[in-house]
């Protein structure tokens, strides 16, 4: 790892924990991770896909960091605040943050 890499993961992590909930990430059939933060956004609008599409879609999306929770797939949920989400897509994941599309159950 660079140190722009080290540098950034701190500064995340601080980021993260000033404007995160405190969260319970349950991978599909693997070990719970307790006390991640992640950042909900509602009502967040999406690019359209492919070339046919000119409609936005509106949903909510879930930011966590890949070094609290791993690697997070379709299928997996986050526990916020009683609130479940379980997760529909993965939008970005750039090493550091994982964000994804969810649906509150």
């Known amino acids: 790892m ?32 307790e006390g991640c933060m992640v950042d909900v956004e509602y009502d967040v609008e999406l690019q359209p896909e492919g070339y046919d599409s000119v409609v936005f879609e509106r949903a909510t999306t879930l930011e966590a960091m890949v070094s609290e929770v791993g690697e997070v797939e379709r299928g997996d949920t986050f526990e916020v605040e009683g609130t479940t ?21």
């Open 2 to 33: 660079s140190i722009f890499s080290d540098i950034a993961g701190t500064l995340a992590g601080a980021n993260n924990q000033i404007f995160g909930d405190p969260a319970r990430f349950l991978p599909a059939g693997s070990v719970p991770v």
């Open 85 to 105: 989400f379980n997760v529909r897509k993965i939008l970005e994941n750039d090493g550091v943050f994982v964000k994804v599309v969810v649906h509150a159950d």
